[in-house]
Nanobody, 113 residues
Framework: VQLQASGGGLVQPGGSLRLSCAAS????????MGWYRQAPGKQRELVAT???????NYADSVKGRFSLSRDNAKTAVFLQMNNLKPEDTAVYYC????????WGQGTQVTVSS
């Protein structure tokens, strides 16, 4: 499974970014797809995931600010991040469960004035 992620960058507090992740090479169905993040000195944590059936799960810290969606083929997900805060600064990793766990390379999101 190959994961192609894009959309990170530097943004001021209160700004927005949109992350995209596309999966290819999946021999099995994708049961879960979404995003995790890891800030310096902290453990990797869930941001938002969506199941094959369409159930979306958000971390409490991003509810009301982030929105996860996917394409009709269910092989790409998009994380719209609004009202970004400095504590959202982290490397964001795309994640897929498809015959096993798969991770993208990570994309840096920095929220700073």
């Amino acid at each position: 499974v190959q994961l192609q992620a894009s959309g990170g960058g530097l943004v001021q507090p209160g700004g927005s970014l949109r992350l995209s992740c596309a999966a290819s090479g999946t021999r099995f169905g994708i049961s879960v797809m979404g995003w995790y993040r890891q800030a310096p000195g902290k453990q990797r944590e869930l941001v938002a995931t969506i199941t094959e059936g369409g159930k979306v799960n958000y971390a409490d810290s991003v509810k009301g600010r982030f929105s996860l969606s996917r394409d009709n083929a269910k092989t790409a997900v998009f994380l719209q991040m609004n009202n970004l805060k400095p504590e959202d600064t982290a490397v964001y990793y795309c994640h897929v469960q498809s015959g096993g766990l798969h991770w993208g390379q990570g994309t840096q999101v920095t929220v700073s004035s």
